[in-house]
DNA sequence: CGGTTTCGATACGGCACTGTATCCAGTACA
DNA sequence: TGTACTGGATACAGTGCCGTATCGAAACCG
């Protein structure tokens, strides 16, 4: 993915980024379908006029958004990785599940609107080659990063599992995506989200955990 | 929810039908926004005006097509139950975890319209209560099915779980859905996607089951 | 069989949104 | 500070779709 050709002027770059954001708000709110141009422009302070001038349409964006949302929930989970291992946290991770689990998620805390995007972005992959393919990618990266923590835990702690690593992750991942849409489903505020997903994922977790804990 | 007043007569009935089944297939196809009236009515072979003598609007057929599509879903599975507990089966049903799980499986072969399908209702039950409320039930009432089938199981072959039969089951529909998701995302046609579903159930079910198999 | 009712087709007015073409202002650069 | 250019606003024509109102024909019933 490389530059157009000149410099994309730092102006530009910052309208880019206003509509972006407004677009990530709108379509989580009523859909990429349901959501109108006009609506994306208005909720970031510009006219059709600016949009088209940076877009060449209201999917190619959402193409484009999707890679950014992607691109950013994965380097949040490497930034943790990194963090962690820096801190040698993993030695001070409490052993309780529950625990363990939330201070992991607690990094990534998704709102009701980050929920109904990544599902956006989803039935949409579901339909379009190319999103799919953005998607699987990010997907990928997010497994692998996850299964790194979970090793590392794992090594820190003396922890072994039932299933690999790769695996574990998945079912984490897998578990963690199902909670949050039924948190949001159940009208649950952002503590109850957390707190609902949490359990949810630390049960997963007791369950990969070879050892019955205490 | 009580008739109107009348009979609905029985021509009536038949075009509701090949109206919903039209729109079955094309809000799966492109989703509830991006389907027009139209395209429902020429797929069922009618026109807008035998749509607007039977349905309020596009949004009042989508949450009855729901519930239409929930109550068959359970069906589904209430009926597996019973074809289960006619024929004793529980004693003959394998050992192996993944041939276990691909004879039920079996039954609810859905394909890639259906999986979009149900996407469809949930991202929309995301933001609809009316919907949420009729999608949670359906989940409610599969994982209650589900439990009962892990429970028969449970019984009739000595096996124990590491978790309670709601939960495992809860776990089950989890994992079944993100099968179907990834399975469909990467362009599986139907047989494939029956094998990736069951292998990925299966390994699920090993997970929850107690005794590590043979 | 003839009247009545029911149901779906046809016709119409209207709206919201799209994409382009043109215009104006702020910015950079000499 | 004047000039060239970039970026966003405004204006416009076109399109698709919606919901209703009206009409004709098939089913129903005495």
Redesign the interface.
């Known amino acids: 993915m490389g530059d157009e050709s000149t410099t994309p002027s730092r102006r530009r770059e910052i309208t880019r980024n206003r509509l972006l954001d407004a677009a990530a708000q709108v379509f989580a709110?009523?859909?990429?379908?349901?959501a109108s141009v006009e609506t994306v422009c208005e909720r970031a302070g510009f006219t059709r006029g600016a949009f088209y001038s940076n877009f060449a349409s209201k999917e190619e964006m959402f193409l484009e958004l999707a890679g950014r949302v992607a691109a950013e929930r994965v380097g949040v989970v490497k930034a943790r990785i990194a963090e962690l291992e820096r801190q040698g946290a993993f030695q001070t991770v409490p052993t309780d599940a529950l625990a363990m689990v939330e201070q992991i998620i607690d990094i990534s805390n998704e709102d009701r609107l980050g929920?109904?995007l990544m599902?956006?972005i989803?039935?949409h992959?579901?339909?379009s080659?190319a999103l799919?393919a953005a998607?699987?990618a990010q997907e990928v990266q997010m497994r692998a990063g996850v299964a790194q923590i979970i090793e590392d835990i794992a090594a820190a702690k003396g922890i072994t599992f039932?299933?690999p690593a790769d695996?574990a992750a998945a079912?984490m991942l897998?578990?963690w995506?199902?909670a949050s849409?039924?948190a949001?489903?159940?009208?649950a505020d952002k503590a109850q989200m957390t707190s609902l997903t949490s359990e949810r994922l630390a049960?997963?977790a007791r369950?990969?955990i070879d050892s019955p804990q205490s």
Chains 1, 2 share one sequence.
């Open positions: 709110e009523v859909g990429l379908d349901a929920v109904l599902n956006e989803r039935i992959a579901l339909r080659p799919a998607y699987v039932r299933v695996e079912l897998m578990a995506e199902s849409v039924h949001v489903m159940s009208g049960a997963v369950l990969i």
